[in-house]
């Protein structure tokens, strides 16, 4: 079964195309996946083609996301600390879409979708627990079950989100195998799924996964791009000449540069140094999709380390592995010590405390930008930091 | 045809069930694990090539490849053990695709064929990406054995029917690796579904969990693959516990 590509608003020779029929961004992506979830797939991949292209279903989702999660986000110009590093520095503030970050873009319409599919039961992976929050969070607004898988470590250093995620209903499962973090959590939610598939919806947090998880989860997030070019051109007059996210999966690191990436501004995707899949991985195939992958000599992935769960993966969505591939972004890395400082450095001058994951967008900037002087950056500040404070208060003393 | 699939077909036309116990390659005591099991009564053996993320594996055979990798278990660790096991029966390798891809599928291909495997089982390379693999594998003469689920439609079941070489596996349950204390309805189903349309053996595994669901499961099936059911009595017992264990499903399904 091929479901038939939908017709996109985009030129075709645009870098939004839609994947190919295999699910493949150039060499990167696939659905690389049990048989038990062969059919799961294409059925997902038939029904979203379906939904994305019926003007009820999105007309739908926009009026959730409108008058449920709070879009438009705004931007911000951050005068004290631009006027120190002497650039412009504007925020995309998904921060502030309701639960704190981008995730519910994407969630609000894989839960309607899995409503339109008739699915009863959500289940999610998550990391930091944005995700499992804005998961939990979409069950509880449309009647259905949840269960969400955090590996136990994260478990224990983002204590408030699993209560959170408990207070709105879902179960958390911590997850003890292998590393205890993101990547096993995967694997554990992708079992569940195997075994519950007739009912049950997998509810992806970012832009990886089977297809068709890479280009859906993509398409959900495309608002913030839109949004953040229109209100870039009001606030500057132009375009920014560079736009900086941090990317474990990626998405939110999709959904902004899906704004700019047919327009001349340099595309930047910032990784933690100790889950580099762009800069110190090979292509591999794990959880569904082929894409750069941190693995050992033979072909174990090996375990990310990294100071934000949320960023605590060993892979990259395969669309990222395809724009580094043809050279239109660029995956710099950053130490955790230089994301502590950037951590601070937000809280301090502008008053916003980032989440620990959009630091690492900031921790670049800081550290680039004598070599950017009098240009204007476009950061996605992809969600808040209270999640955070936390561990903050043990690493800071 | 090659070796896995003409002894299986032979075996199966001569009345006998077929029985395939799989054991984690570099577990302690594998290597006698699969003597033991071919000396008391298995047709093949499936070896487990750990990798780091089994997303098709439940908790013991997860327990058992990790317990592996951390000591220092690699794919030619294992492979090289083989030519030394001295067995009489056919073996096949169960791992996942990433070893492969890794590897590249024709070094690997090849890295089996001189290691004496006959087939490969990749339960996270379905049919539509399996084109690099199976291309590698058929030039090699390694049998790629695919794996049918209770999910499958109708439609779909005669192009992995057609494309499985060895046997058909049969995904006795929706779900992972692991014993059960009853043998799914779907076993059964699936197996007279696929029975209906080949003649190739069909083994359901996944799910089967003793000697009773083994014997329940070959009343269709031509025959059963033991997974966690065996590496649990390998990490129990050792390879004496897989023999006792291994004797008993064979004395089960050749009642009658």
């Known amino acids: 079964m091929t479901a038939t590509r939908p017709t996109e608003d985009v030129p075709t020779d645009s870098l939004l195309s839609p994947p190919d029929d295999t699910g493949r961004f150039g060499e990167f992506g696939g659905r690389f996946v049990p048989e038990s979830l062969v059919p799961a797939c294409q059925a997902l991949e038939a029904e979203f083609v379906e939904a994305w292209g019926d003007s009820a279903f999105r007309s739908d989702l926009s009026k959730i996301l409108t008058e449920y999660a709070g879009r438009p986000s705004m931007l911000t110009e951050c005068h004290n600390l631009g006027a120190e590093l002497g650039i412009r520095l504007i925020l995309k503030r998904e921060d502030l879409n309701h639960t704190g970050s981008h995730k519910i873009n994407n969630v609000l319409g894989q839960a309607l979708l899995a409503k339109r599919m008739g699915r009863t039961r959500l289940v999610a992976e998550t990391g930091a627990g944005q995700h499992g929050v804005a998961t939990a969070t979409a069950a509880a607004l449309m009647g259905m079950d949840c269960k969400v898988y955090m590996g136990a470590v994260d478990v224990e250093r983002q204590a408030l989100n699993v209560f959170r995620m408990k207070l709105l209903g879902a179960e958390v499962e911590a997850v003890e195998s292998g590393s205890r973090t993101l990547k096993d959590a995967v694997n554990e939610a992708m079992r569940d799924w195997v075994a519950t598939v007739g009912h049950t919806h997998y509810c992806l947090g970012s832009v990886m996964g089977p297809h068709p998880y890479p280009w859906m989860v993509r398409q959900f997030h495309l608002v913030i791009g839109e949004e953040a070019n229109a209100q870039s051109q009001d606030l500057l007059g132009s375009l920014p000449d560079v736009v900086v996210a941090c990317v474990g999966g990626g998405s939110n690191a999709i959904g902004i540069f899906s704004g700019f990436v047919d327009t001349e501004s340099r595309l930047i995707g910032v990784e933690p140094a100790g889950g580099a899949a762009v800069s110190r991985g090979a292509p591999g195939v794990v959880h569904g999709m082929r894409s750069y992958l941190m693995q050992d000599e033979v072909g174990q992935v090996e375990e990310a380390q990294s100071i934000s769960a949320g960023l605590d993966y060993p892979g990259v969505g395969p669309e990222h592995s395809y724009l580094a591939s043809i050279g239109r972004a660029e995956y710099p890395t950053v130490t955790d010590a230089e994301v502590v400082e950037a951590f601070q450095l937000l809280s301090r001058t502008e008053g916003i405390i980032p989440a620990l994951e959009s630091a690492h967008a900031l921790a670049w900037i800081k550290r680039e930008a004598p070599h950017m002087q009098g240009q204007s950056l476009l950061m996605n500040l992809s969600g808040r930091g209270d999640k955070d404070v936390d561990q903050m208060m043990d690493i800071l003393g | ?256």
């Open chain 2, 1 to 256: 045809m090659e070796r896995l699939e003409r002894e299986l077909r032979t075996k199966r036309d001569a009345g006998r069930k077929l029985l395939v116990p799989y054991i984690t390659g570099g577990y302690p005591g594998w290597q006698a694990a699969i003597r033991a099991a071919a000396a008391n009564g298995a047709d093949a053996v499936e070896i487990g090539i750990p990798f780091s993320d089994p997303v098709m594996d439940g908790p013991v055979i997860q327990q058992a490849s990790q317990f592996a990798l951390e000591h220092g278990t690699t794919p030619a660790a294992v492979l090289d053990e083989v030519p030394r096991l001295d067995v009489e029966i056919p073996l096949a390798v169960m791992t996942y695709y990433n070893l492969v891809h890794h590897a590249g599928p024709p070094r690997f291909a090849a890295d089996l064929r001189r290691a004496g495997i006959s087939a490969a089982i990749l339960p996270d390379l379905p049919l539509e990406e399996s084109g690099p693999w199976c291309s590698a594998a058929d030039a090699e003469g390694i049998e790629t054995v695919m794996l049918v689920a209770p999910t499958t439609p109708d439609d779909r079941l005669p192009r992995l029917v057609e494309r499985s070489t060895g046997f058909v596996y049969s995904v006795g349950l929706l779900g992972v690796t692991g014993e059960r204390s009853s043998l799914a309805e779907t076993a059964i189903a699936l197996a007279a579904r696929i029975k209906a349309i080949t003649d190739k053996p069909v083994l359901v595994g996944v799910g089967v969990s003793n000697a009773e669901q083994a014997y329940q499961a070959t009343r269709v099936a031509d025959g059963v693959i033991q997974g966690a059911s065996v590496v649990r009595r390998l990490m129990d017992g050792g390879a004496d516990a897989v023999g006792d264990y291994v004797a008993e499903v064979r004395a089960a399904i050749d009642a009658d």
